[in-house]
């Protein structure tokens, strides 16, 4: 039976609204989740059972964002703070990437005992700081973050300037590890007594560190600005001399037949055939206590340019017949 115009004009409107519904469905945003405090609360309680002043149920937020991370801080807000707490402590709570776990559980506690009204310096800072320096930690503003407060706080012990204790903290001084605090506490008051730019405290820095990462008793006692200027620009150079007998040897190691030749291992060649050679005399022959001879052939690019350096000479510009095998340098 042939269907009446009525129904044929209500069907169409039928598929034009269904049509309608369908467009809408795909173009319309997913509804947004309601933002979730309690898993907010049970991140900022993690790990710190008793320590709340407040219940966690009687958090009331009127937040509306969603951000976990802006959740957890409120969360300890309201779980922990009795008094307000600078921003380089809660940062924590915000974001911890690149941090270990035992030094997010350290700067989490810090700032519990800040915000509940705990000594810091009794809650574990007196590791690091002293009772002035934990002071000014904590009486710090501004967008300092939490490591470069903690290097303002013991910059201050040093100098009276602010600004240069603020432009030290945001050097590579502040990115140090904790557990080598001592030498670089030294290297901070060094750079209060002997400003210099942050570009070249940086520089300075690279050298320092790799002076006590060869050295562990190495010390900046008696040392000056223009002194640590000279030594840095001489461990540059020899840096640079170094890479390039380095590039010597690979050039020489790539031609080398797989058979023979350049058999050492790591960043050393073969050298001369002839072996090291060491001799202790006997306790009648000795002239002192303990005393040894010896010959030992200098196989790497490293030794070369340190025997150049300590000898004031230039062995090193005979790399290429070394590691040719066409001569040998022994000490």
Known sequence: MAKSMIQRRQEAERERIEAYAVTLRRVSPVARPAPDFERALDDARRGFAGMAIRDGALWRPKLKTRDRARLRLAAARHLY????????????????????????????????????????Y????????????????????????????????????????????????????ARTPRGELVFWREV?????????????????????????QRDAAYTLKGRTLASLRRQMLEWHRDIAAIERIEAMRRRAAGRAPHTAGMRSQG?????SRLEDWEWQPSSKEAKAHGERFFLRQLKTAEDLVAESRAMHHCVSMYAAKCIAGNASIWV
């Open 81 to 120: 703070a009795r008094y307000p707490v600078s921003a380089a402590l809660e940062g924590i709570w915000l974001d911890a990437s690149g941090l270990d776990a035992s030094e997010v559980a350290l700067r989490k506690a810090w700032y519990i005992a800040v915000a509940r009204g705990d000594s810091l």
């Open 122 to 173: 009794k809650a574990g800072a007196n590791a690091w700081l002293s009772r002035k320096e934990v002071h000014c930690f904590l009486n710090l503003s501004g967008d300092l973050i939490f490591d470069e407060a903690f290097w303002v706080a013991i910059a201050r012990s040093y100098t009276d300037d602010p600004g240069l204790a603020a432009r030290l903290a945001r050097t590579k001084i």
């Open 188 to 212: 901070t008051r060094f750079f209060c007594g002997h400003p210099a730019s942050k570009e070249e405290i940086d520089d300075l820095c690279d050298y320092i560190g790799a002076m006590h």
């Open 267 to 271: 960043r050393a060649w073969d050298g």
